[in-house]
């Protein structure tokens, strides 16, 4: 069965640092773009990192540049997301994606944009708070 299994989110305070985990079983991550994305209570849900498969290249919405970094352990079939300098706007549920059923190439920026989505995993909350 394929699934992605987020980790790693809970409360922290302003300027502290997480790091969510987006675990695959089923199939290897690495052979897919995955994504990571942010649903905050009332908005609509947004890509905040995605990695390509094809060149792993990587897009960041403007408010995640210089504080995320998506990176690949293939060691660990996951794709993690490492989040510094947090502030209450980056409160919300993060959850990860992939474009399983399509074989059309995507670029980070596709993905992000939520194209060709179709497996998503439970989502992990994420709360910056004093």
């Given at each position: 069965?394929?699934?992605?299994?987020e980790s790693g989110g809970g409360l922290?305070?302003?300027?502290?640092?997480?790091r969510l985990s987006?675990?695959?079983s089923g199939f290897t991550?690495?052979?897919y773009p995955i994504g990571w994305f942010r649903q905050v209570a009332?908005?609509?849900?947004e890509g905040v990192a995605?990695?390509?498969s094809h060149d792993d290249s990587?897009?960041?919405v403007d408010s995640a540049n210089g504080r995320f970094t998506i990176s690949r352990d293939n060691a660990?079939?996951?794709v993690d997301l490492q989040m510094n300098g947090l502030n209450p706007e980056d409160t919300g549920m993060y959850y990860c994606a992939a474009p399983i059923g399509t074989r059309e190439i995507l670029t980070a920026q596709a993905l992000c944009a939520m194209r060709g989505l179709d497996t998503w995993g439970q989502g992990t909350q994420v709360t910056v708070s004093s």
């Open positions: 069965q394929v699934q992605l299994v922290v305070q302003p300027g502290g640092s997480l987006c675990a695959g991550l690495s052979y009332g908005k609509e849900r995605c990695i390509s990587i897009y960041y660990r079939n996951t």
